[in-house]
């Protein structure tokens, strides 16, 4: 059974930085996928960025038009860790971020597609005040 848990959540100020993690257990797979989601209050759940492997020794990510240019993601095959690094950070940011992972690879703008995915973690708060 995978488990996923964030950290790294925060308030900061438009303009600044900050670094979300996510943590990853019970991962078996040698095919995967793995995806940041963002939830704001009053708002649809929508993808943010993700990363799918290709084979055993490549991997591919994909970024949203909204963040593109500001947000990186990045991962540690090894230590079975996600993370997305948040830069020039705007007020409409601010929301409820979440970790998703599957075994299967999705490809593109599939693996933004948060109802492909199948365990979830418990969320971050980040909050981008003007």
């Known amino acids: 059974q995978v488990q996923l848990v964030e950290f790294g959540g925060g308030s900061v100020q438009a303009g600044g930085s900050l670094r979300l993690s996510c943590a990853a257990s019970g991962w078996q797979d040698s095919s995967y996928s793995m995806g940041w989601f963002r939830q704001a209050p009053g708002k649809e759940r929508v993808g943010v960025a993700s990363?799918?492997?290709?084979?055993?020794?490549?991997?591919?990510?994909y970024v949203a038009d909204s963040v593109k240019g500001r947000f990186t993601v990045s991962h540690d095959e090894s230590k079975r860790m996600l993370y997305l690094q948040m830069n020039s950070l705007k007020p409409e940011d601010t929301a409820m971020y979440y970790c998703a992972f599957d075994s299967r690879r999705l490809i593109g703008s599939q693996s933004l597609d948060g109802d492909s995915y199948t365990y979830w973690g418990q969320g971050t708060q980040v909050t981008v005040s003007s």
């Open positions: 990363i799918y492997s290709i084979n055993t020794i490549a991997y591919q990510t």
